[in-house]
């Protein structure tokens, strides 16, 4: 008899632990669905914001600010946002940035793309704890220097010595170089513990107006060259410093010659017009006349760099060869007080 009972209480106890057990296992797993339902609203809502600066901040020209959001992390792909499991496609978005913007503090930029006439707003992103490292004393440099936003997070050195460079625990590091040949890039002593891709370099080869670039990051302690592409006009050129990788910079950049290519039917078109008008002095349909080409040139060779994988090197020219008669041709009709092509 007492064996029996005290097997009844051991296994009272075993029901109690096991009920226990299990009353525990679906509180955490409401407390989990709810942590998880609640971060997934947060994100929407950060999210949400995010697509309300990008609105707002594409439509204004040469602006900067400093734009307070919650502290998340903030993906950023060829057209695509996403925090943490939200993510939103955007057909034909220009947002040149990290990939990864970590931080509270966002820094927001536009710069007014053109060649020779303008064509969209190039909007760029980046966080305050991305350290930005010019080298150089080039008039190139100063005037990146100049024109990259003031609440970037930046240092400027005129010669490159790694031993100079400093780890200030930024989870990111972007180097800036300027002409500096054909040599390899030492990295430095002090970044080498920092991730792979989290140290990379932009190498400019040319001036303001247009050049190549080569994009670099860490492997294993050494900067490793990851692609060239090209750019045109400082715009771009501040696009590519924003831009961490060359496969982030060339899928904005063709979305940017998508537009260019556009407005150059809009000015053809327009152009045309003008050339067919029987009431306009002969300087003025000679400078129409001689437009019409450089203009078809330019949306053609936009037209196919905004397909081109890589970018094509003869279509960058085209544009470049063409932009500065073109630009010539208008300050023409602007002399002889002709409606302006551009």
Not at 209 to 236: C, L, M, P, R
Not at 280 to 297: D, F, G, P, V
Request: net charge positive; proline share 4%; charged share 15%.
């Amino acid at each position: 008899m007492r064996n029996k009972k005290a097997f009844e209480i051991q296994f009272n106890w075993i029901f109690v632990l096991i009920a226990g057990a299990a009353i525990l296992v679906i509180f955490s797993l409401v407390i989990f669905k709810q942590k998880s339902l609640s971060e997934q609203s947060t994100n929407s809502i950060a999210l949400r914001s995010i697509e309300s600066v990008v609105a707002g901040t594409s439509v204004s020209t040469d602006v900067s600010s400093l734009i307070t959001v919650p502290d998340l992390s903030i993906g950023v792909d060829c057209g695509k946002i996403s925090i943490g499991k939200i993510s939103k496609q955007y057909p034909r978005l220009v947002l040149f940035s990290p990939s990864l913007i970590k931080g509270n503090k966002i820094i927001a930029q536009t710069l007014s793309f053109s060649a020779p006439y303008k064509s969209s707003n190039l909007l760029f992103m980046t966080s305050q704890q991305i350290k930005y490292i010019l080298i150089g004393d080039s008039p190139l440099i100063k005037s990146i220097n100049k024109s990259l936003s003031s609440e970037i997070n930046k240092e400027i050195f005129s010669s490159y010595d790694p031993s100079k460079i400093k780890n200030s625990n930024n989870y990111k590091v972007r180097f800036v170089f300027d002409n500096i040949g054909s040599s390899p890039l030492t990295f430095p002593n002090s970044l080498s513990k920092m991730p792979d891709g989290d140290v990379t370099a932009l190498k400019i080869t040319g001036n303001l107006d247009n050049g190549v670039i080569d994009f670099y990051e860490n492997n294993a302690g050494s900067f490793v060259n990851k692609g060239t592409s090209y750019y045109i006009g400082k715009a771009a050129l501040i696009g590519a410093i924003y831009a961490d990788t060359v496969e982030h910079y060339e899928c904005n950049i063709k979305n940017v010659f998508a537009r260019h290519g556009i407005v150059s039917d809009v000015y053809l078109s327009r152009t045309t017009d003008l050339n067919n008008d029987a009431f306009l002095s002969s300087e003025c349909k000679q400078a129409y006349s001689t437009s019409l080409s450089l203009i078809s040139n330019i949306g053609a060779a936009s037209r196919n760099l905004a397909r081109a994988t890589p970018l094509s090197q003869s279509d960058v020219n085209i544009i470049i060869g063409s932009s500065d008669p073109l630009s010539i041709q208008n300050k023409e009709t602007q002399k002889f007080s002709c409606p302006l092509i551009y």
